[in-house]
């Protein structure tokens, strides 16, 4: 299992029309084959600069590399998120068991 997280600032202030498109158009990832257990997550920490999170679950490597290549991914990289992201932090997780 490879759990996909993206945590984001927006170009764009909080509340703002801009922040609704980005963020409907991001819940669409939901839809791409192979996405399981999708979250839209709202910063809360003042921690850091971040404002939001995108987190998802793929069964494997190759379903999540397929989902990375597929059209719907790679048009809302090009049409949303180049254009209203300011910065972010991209982490892929496996389950990692610690021997006792």
Same mark, same amino acid.
């Given at each position: 299992m490879i759990r996909h997280s993206v945590i984001f600032k927006l170009k764009y202030p909080p509340d703002s029309a801009e922040e609704?498109?980005?963020?409907?158009?991001a819940k669409e990832?939901?839809?791409?084959?192979?996405?399981?257990h999708f979250e839209?997550?709202?910063?809360t920490s003042?921690? #850091?600069?971040? /404002?939001?999170? =995108?987190?998802?679950?793929f069964a494997s490597q190759?379903?999540?590399d397929a989902y990375s290549n597929s059209q719907?991914?790679?048009?809302?990289?090009?049409k949303y998120w180049v #254009?209203?992201? /300011?910065?972010? =932090?991209e982490i892929d997780y496996e389950?990692?068991?610690?021997?006792?």
């Open positions: 609704q498109t980005f963020l409907r158009a990832l939901d839809n791409i084959p192979g996405v399981q839209c997550l709202r910063q003042k921690k #850091n600069k971040f /404002e939001f999170g =995108l987190s998802m679950e190759e379903i999540y719907d991914h790679l048009q809302f990289i090009e #254009n209203y992201v /300011e910065d972010f =932090l389950l990692y068991r610690v021997g006792l």
